[in-house]
């Protein structure tokens, strides 16, 4: 879900965050293609929902809420845990240096 929230509201096509999954997961998670057409359609039609998810915006460096077109887009989220993860993760500079090439190599078409 976060994977999903993260690429919407960061405005990244849905095409594209679909190949930059599966570059980062050896061609071998064709079951997300589906969730995240089903999700971005679901935010695109939810026009006046707010709250539909949280992201991390990487423009504005805070979290802000997936609300829909017709509500404030630089919602903030406060939250009570000022340590949320950021990034890779617990991975390894040898395996975050993998991912941050594999993403690079994307071509969008």
């Given at each position: 879900?976060?994977?999903?929230n993260?690429?919407?509201?960061?405005?990244v096509?849905c095409?594209?965050?679909?190949?930059?999954?599966?570059a980062?997961?050896?061609?071998?998670?064709?079951?997300?293609?589906?969730?995240?057409?089903?999700?971005?359609?679901?935010y695109?039609?939810?026009?006046?929902?707010v709250?539909?998810?949280?992201y991390?915006d990487?423009?504005?460096e805070?979290?802000?809420?997936i609300?829909g077109?017709?509500?404030?887009?630089?919602?903030?989220v406060?939250s009570?845990?000022?340590?949320?993860?950021?990034?890779?993760g617990?991975?390894?500079?040898?395996e975050t240096?993998?991912?941050?090439n594999?993403?690079?190599?994307?071509?969008?078409?």
């Amino acid at each position: 879900m976060r994977l999903f929230n993260f690429f919407y509201g960061n405005r990244v096509p849905c095409s594209l965050a679909i190949q930059v999954c599966h570059a980062c997961n050896d061609d071998t998670d064709a079951f997300m293609t589906e969730d995240f057409y089903l999700f971005y359609e679901a935010y695109e039609k939810n026009t006046n929902a707010v709250h539909m998810g949280i992201y991390f915006d990487v423009w504005h460096e805070k979290f802000l809420y997936i609300n829909g077109f017709n509500k404030n887009k630089l919602e903030i989220v406060v939250s009570e845990d000022p340590y949320i993860s950021r990034g890779f993760g617990d991975r390894g500079d040898e395996e975050t240096a993998a991912l941050r090439n594999k993403i690079s190599n994307v071509q969008y078409y």
